[in-house]
């Protein structure tokens, strides 16, 4: 049974830091694409990152750009969300997803696998 499951949710303050961990089971993730996309309440879920299966390519909305990085280890069939400077708008359920498409895709309908979520609140 495949999975992904995320960790390293929680409650910070404005200006504060967070990583967010992605660990997959089940398969080898190694020539997937790993994404990030995120839900607020009352919001569609929007991305938030992405990053191809070499590492050698990565994606960012643009109101994360310099502030998160993603990163992925594919000796522990592992992605990351490290994510700095944290503001309310922020605030949102994190998922991981996993793409058999080559380029870091923004497309939610391209990812194959998701996992449950993980929740990030920023406090004012």
């Known amino acids: 049974q495949v999975q992904l499951v995320e960790s390293g949710g929680g409650l910070v303050q404005t200006g504060g830091s967070l990583r967010l961990s992605c660990a997959g089971s089940?398969?080898?993730?190694?020539?997937?694409?790993w994404g990030w996309f995120r839900q607020a309440p009352g919001k569609a879920r929007e991305f938030v990152a992405a990053?191809?299966?070499?590492?050698?390519?990565?994606s960012y909305r643009d109101s994360v750009k310099g502030r998160f990085t993603v990163s992925r280890d594919n000796a522990k069939n592992t992605v990351y969300l490290q994510m700095n400077s944290l503001n309310p708008e922020d605030t949102a359920v994190y998922y991981c997803?996993?793409?058999?498409?080559?380029?870091?895709?923004?497309?939610?309908?391209?990812?194959?696998?998701w996992g449950q979520g993980t929740q990030v609140t920023v406090s004012s």
């Open positions: 990053i191809t299966w070499s590492g050698g390519s990565t």
């Open positions: 089940g398969r080898t993730f190694n020539t997937y694409t």
């Open positions: 997803a996993a793409s058999g498409v080559m380029g870091p895709t923004r497309n939610a309908p391209s990812y194959d696998y």
